[in-house]
């Protein structure tokens, strides 16, 4: 009840409230005026743990088996007449081949950022075997060089674990920032670290273990930011070193003279050259068949290692040759590809470490092998014989298939 004053006096009336009305809901958007209204997410996502890129398995597998057929083929006749064993070679490439397959496995499963801190002690361990190696009676010296440490069961080579460490050490540099390529400072910083490592290969004197190392370095730093222009003109003052160290190396330089005519000699210096050149000739377009070679009888040097290459080209010819030189591409193109698709800076500049020593070695080994780069002494991934080699390789392997677990879609 409310009261209403009037001039006659006062009169109560009675009032009612008015009902609230419900808010009507806003009028639906139909699903299409909703998604073009909001703006679009790019959402990052990342692959379940065991969708690994199983291209690239598979390339890894095809690559080793025919690497071992090719090694069992070329290494017989050396296995026969060294050791009275044909298959000394592949037996010892193969037990190497099983630890490094269990390795990759491992290393393609566990967590690598949990164990990046070690990245730097690992590269400084390093280079300090490949001081030891310098060191006499620790350092194995085999024709003139000094390369290798004597340990059980296996000859170890330092230079093989350097070429996927220093591409990690400088990869770690440039994730936690403390390095930034885009500045002078910061190239001088790798040009350091580079120069140590060089000179200390150079003092073994292998200079086909510098070629790979500093070529692998120069990728990363590439990759990671450094401009082009300043690593021409370094490449230009390597060259122009190297020519001097050559002048007072008569044997290098010798190779050279021989690329140039291998024929002047082909007894003398032009003799690997000109022998590998006979083996491919020989092999034309389908080649001998599989386990005929006649190079590889004493006549081809090292057929199981840095010529091997000239033994694929003779027993599976022109045809044979090519598919392996396109099962190379595939692998390199496929390692590159986790790389672009790596979920942060440091693993994508690793891979692009490993798949740089995959291209330059195999183009430097099959260089050599025609005869177009001189006799460097580079083994040819996954085929040439070494145990360290293949054990570091496949390892490598597995950290790209582990970075391939984690790839952005």
Not at 13 to 35: E, G, L
Not at 248 to 268: C, H, K, T, W, Y
Not at 333 to 352: E, G
């Amino acid at each position: 009840m409310a009261e209403r004053r009037y001039s006659g006096g006062t009169r109560r009336i009675k009032t009612t409230s008015r009902p609230t009305q419900p808010k009507r809901p806003a009028p639906k958007r139909s699903s299409t005026t909703a998604k073009k209204s909001q703006p679009k997410k790019t959402t990052l996502k990342t692959a379940k743990l065991g969708e690994m890129d199983y291209t690239l398995l598979f390339l890894i597998i095809l690559v080793v088996v025919v690497g071992l057929i090719v090694l069992l083929s070329a290494s017989a006749p050396s296995g026969k007449r060294i050791y009275d064993d044909s298959y000394y070679y592949f037996k010892r490439q193969l037990f190497f081949v099983m630890i490094g397959f269990v390795g990759m496995i491992i290393v393609s499963a566990i967590d690598i950022d949990k164990y990046m801190h070690l990245i730097p002690k690992a590269f400084w361990i390093c280079v300090l075997l490949l001081v030891l190696v310098l060191i006499p009676g620790v350092g194995v010296e085999s024709n003139g060089a000094r390369r290798w440490l004597n340990i059980p069961f296996v000859q170890l080579q330092p230079s093989e674990l350097m070429k996927p460490a220093i591409a990690m050490y400088i990869a770690y540099l440039i994730h936690i920032r403390l390095i930034d390529l885009k500045k002078l400072k910061s190239n001088m910083v790798c040009v350091g670290i580079i120069s140590i490592v060089a000179l200390l290969l150079m003092l073994e004197t292998h200079l086909s273990g510098t070629i790979v190392i500093v070529g692998i370095a120069i990728c990363v730093m590439v990759a990671g930011g450094t401009p082009i222009k300043p690593i021409i003109l370094g490449v230009i003052g390597v060259g122009v070193l190297i020519f001097i160290y050559l002048q007072f190396d008569e044997v290098r330089m010798a190779r050279i003279e021989s690329l140039i005519n291998p024929f002047a000699d082909p007894q003398g210096t032009g003799y690997q050259i000109s022998q590998s050149i006979y083996a491919i000739g020989s092999g034309r377009i389908f080649g001998l068949g599989l386990g005929e070679s006649v190079q590889k009888y004493s006549n081809l040097p090292e057929p199981y290692n840095d010529f091997i290459f000239a033994i694929v080209c003779e027993e599976l010819g022109f045809v044979g040759a090519t598919i392996i030189v396109l099962l190379f591409v595939a692998l390199f193109l496929q390692s590159m590809r986790v790389a672009m698709s790596a979920p942060d800076v440091w693993s994508s500049l690793v891979c692009v470490g490993i798949a740089s020593q995959l291209g330059i070695q195999t183009v430097l080994n099959m260089g050599v092998a025609i005869s177009l780069i001189p006799n460097t002494g580079v083994s040819l991934p996954f085929f040439s014989y070494g145990g360290t080699s293949i054990l570091t390789l496949l390892l490598e392997m597995g950290v790209l298939l582990n970075v391939s677990r984690r790839a952005v879609k």
